[in-house]
């Protein structure tokens, strides 16, 4: 397999230089997160959709009533089952940040999602992760995760799954690169690997 910077397909726009509406948005990131990550420079290619892309991750990440440390823990096991470093990577750190335990990362990434170090919650989000990444939620997977978690947060929960599933296709399919911070951390954990 090629490495992100050997299959990029599509140009990194790190100057908006020309464009009111990349540069609109490239102020917005910097004063936000401190400077434009590589995927959203790839998006620059079609700035409108970057503009819609960013409303929507924000106001999920931001805005929703699930705890964020549940739907941290959904995000690194979506990572894991798409084999998406750069997704693994972004959100390692945000994961502990939110109050994620060493513990616990350390499950996921030993895909064991029955591991007693999770909350009884955390083990039903791990379930409904692992099956709406496969395609489909059973009754009984959505129905155990419904007896912790109301409607909104159960929404809140299929769109972040679903949302990071779409993540990880787009960074693949787009051949984006790891940013520079991503060096620090661990690869993903293959699931079922047994390293």
């Known amino acids: 397999m090629s490495s992100p910077d050997e299959r990029r397909r599509v140009t990194l726009r790190a100057d908006p230089a020309g464009d009111e509406t990349l540069t609109a948005i490239y102020e917005q990131v910097v004063r936000a997160a401190g400077g434009v ?9 079609a700035p409108h959709l970057l503009r819609g892309w960013i409303d929507f991750a924000w106001t999920l990440r931001a805005d929703a009533l699930s705890s964020r440390a549940l739907r941290e823990l959904a995000i690194l096991r979506c990572a894991q089952l798409c084999g998406s470093d750069y997704v693994w990577r972004s959100h390692i750190r945000l994961a502990a940040e939110a109050g994620v335990t060493e513990a616990k990362v350390a499950a996921v990434a030993a895909a064991e999602a029955g591991d007693a170090v999770f909350e009884p919650v955390e083990r039903a989000v791990l379930a409904l992760t692992a099956e709406l990444v496969d395609g489909g939620v ?4 959505w129905d155990t995760a419904a007896a912790y978690l ?7 929960l299929v769109l972040t799954i679903s949302w990071y599933a779409h993540v990880a296709r787009v960074v693949d399919a787009l051949g984006i690169p790891l940013e ?13 690997s047994e390293e």
């Open 138 to 141: 059973a009754d009984t997977t």
């Open 37 to 45: 990550p590589r995927l959203y420079q790839a998006l620059g290619a």
């Open 150 to 156: 109301d409607e909104q947060m159960m929404v809140e």
């Open 180 to 192: 520079g911070y991503h060096a620090g951390e661990a690869a993903v954990p293959r699931f079922g």
